[in-house]
């Protein structure tokens, strides 16, 4: 397989039982491979106990074919280190639409999955507590 350069940046933050990914787009298979590898030490920190996903997407926020499959496999992971939620915050973008269907049709194939997208980062991050709550944690 070819390899291209990446297309997109993300930065990675963590805090009790969530993470926080803020993204900018568009996203290629390169990309999210980096990403993959990036989150591994936040995962690995938050994985003992139930954690939840904050996700800021910017400007061009939409996947390359090859990017999803990554990213399906990055969420089944994620879902194996105890990951229960994701909330999508929404930033300026240019494609929400492609994005938002992009990432439900991702999310769908995990049941034990909770996803939703907002407007502003505090909704965000008070969902995914509220997830977590729910949980049992």
Known sequence: MQRFKEHGKFEIKRGDQLLFLDAT???NGEL????MEGLQEHV????????????????ES????????????SI???????????AIQFDNPTSRQLTEYQLTTVFS???QL????????EDAKDWC????AHSGN
């Open 25 to 27: 787009g568009p996203f």
């Open 32 to 35: 999210i491979t980096m990403l």
């Open 44 to 59: 690995d920190a938050l994985s003992p106990l139930p954690w939840a996903e904050v996700a800021i997407m910017r400007e």
């Open 62 to 73: 939409a996947y390359t074919p090859e990017a999803l499959v990554l990213l399906t496999q």
């Open 76 to 86: 089944a992971k994620r879902i194996e280190q105890n990951l229960r939620a994701i």
């Open 109 to 111: 194939q995990f049941k």
């Open 114 to 121: 909770s996803f939703a997208f907002f407007d502003s980062n």
């Open 129 to 132: 507590l509220q997830q977590l």
